[in-house]
């Protein structure tokens, strides 16, 4: 079984600038989320999916970050204009359904912004 | 406003000894727990977890327990093995609601050969 594919897995941008980040989970998993990783911190959920539907995106900030799930498979992140302090790991994780006891990861895109 | 505390950032323990992993929480309306294992440019793996309902669970070398009162788990690995060498998340998840896990900071473990 095919695990979760997550592109790019780095990206250097300078500040103002624009980004996107694509996801495709585990075929057949309805729930998808995606996670912002600061270093030395723990994962933080960024908005969930079920199907194409959003679950939970309290904690995104709208003003800049933006995702969406065409077709309730896979995913892509933006985030438009950039600031220095979004500099973190982006993880997308999916899992079987909503409340899925076992989220699976992806190697998650490292982004880099000066 | 942190509700799941790892307050070790770093563990070091000799090869064959037990490694004790610490996680601390605040909000009581958790009913599941999961370790998450992290090695360098991979997303975490999981590896164990633990309803509410129980307070111990085990699989193989690694054993997760629960004290509810105490708002507090713990992670045994025994033996430790130098490819447990990683970071370790411990995760909660809501009882209702928003069922997305809620992570600790991380709890880096060097296994010394």
């Known amino acids: 079984e095919a695990g979760v594919a997550q592109s790019p897995r780095y990206k250097i941008i300078e500040k103002r600038q624009s980004v996107a980040f694509w996801c495709n989970p585990i075929?057949?998993?309805?729930?998808l989320y995606w996670y912002q990783q600061i270093l030395g911190q723990g994962p933080k959920l960024l908005i969930q999916?079920?199907?194409?539907?959003?679950?939970?995106d309290s904690q995104l900030p709208k003003d800049r970050f933006s995702a969406e799930r065409l077709k309730g498979v896979d995913s892509t992140l933006k985030i438009q204009p950039a600031k220095l302090e979004d500099s973190a790991v982006y993880l997308c994780?999916?899992?079987?359904?909503?409340?899925?006891?076992?989220?699976?990861f992806g190697p998650g895109t490292r982004l880099t912004v000066l | 406003d942190q509700q799941v505390k790892q307050n070790s950032p770093s563990l070091s323990v000799q090869e064959g000894r037990i490694s004790i992993l610490n996680c601390d929480y605040t909000?009581?309306?958790?009913?599941?727990f999961l370790w998450y294992k992290k090695y360098p440019a991979e997303g975490p793996t999981f590896l164990i977890s633990?309803?509410?309902?129980?307070d111990k669970n085990e699989d193989g070398r690694f054993t997760v327990f629960l004290n509810k009162s105490a708002k507090h788990l713990s992670l045994h690995i025994v033996p430790s093995q130098p490819g447990d060498s990683a970071v370790y998340f411990c995760?909660?998840?809501?009882?209702?609601?928003?069922?997305?896990?809620?992570f600790g900071s991380g709890t880096r473990l060097q296994v010394q050969p």
């Open positions: 633990i309803s509410s309902i129980k």
């Open positions: 999916f079920q199907n194409n539907g959003v679950v939970d």
């Open positions: 075929s057949g998993h309805a729930t």
């Open positions: 909000n009581s309306m958790f009913d599941y």
């Open positions: 995760a909660a998840r809501l009882h209702t609601g928003r069922r997305a896990l809620t």
């Open positions: 994780a999916s899992s079987r359904s909503w409340g899925g006891d076992e989220q699976f």
